[in-house]
Nanobody
């Protein structure tokens, strides 16, 4: 199983980026994809999760600035990031876990079985 993130980079505050997560080695349409980020010196932080049917969950602090999407036919997940702030600077990683019917906390990093290496996002003011 491989997860490969791309799309990170350097962007001015207020700008946008779209991260991609290419997944291989599993039946993508059956998996939940989570996005997490980790800034230097800080703990890993939940950003969003998108279920196999497109249902999404977001961290409260995002306040609608980010949106997750997926293309099951291409085994791709996306994180659309808008109105970026310097405090969004971090390494962003995608993760995957087989979807289950209920009772799972998809905001917990420990829930996920597979992880990508991450892509750096740097926002300057």
């Amino acid at each position: 199983v491989h997860l490969v993130e791309s799309g990170g980079g350097l962007v001015q505050a207020g700008g946008s980026l779209r991260l991609s997560c290419q997944v291989s080695g599993l039946t993508f349409s059956r998996y939940v994809v989570g996005w997490f980020r980790q800034a230097p010196g800080k703990e890993r932080q939940f950003v969003s999760a998108i279920r196999w049917n497109g249902m999404t969950t977001y961290a409260d602090f995002l306040k609608g600035r980010f949106a997750a999407s997926r293309d099951n036919a291409l085994s791709l997940a996306y994180l659309h990031m808008n109105k970026l702030k310097p405090e969004d600077t971090a390494i962003y990683s995608c993760s995957a876990v087989s979807g289950r019917s209920s009772g799972v906390d998809y905001s917990a990093a420990s829930t996920y079985d597979y992880w990508g290496l991450g892509t750096q996002v740097t926002v300057f003011s």
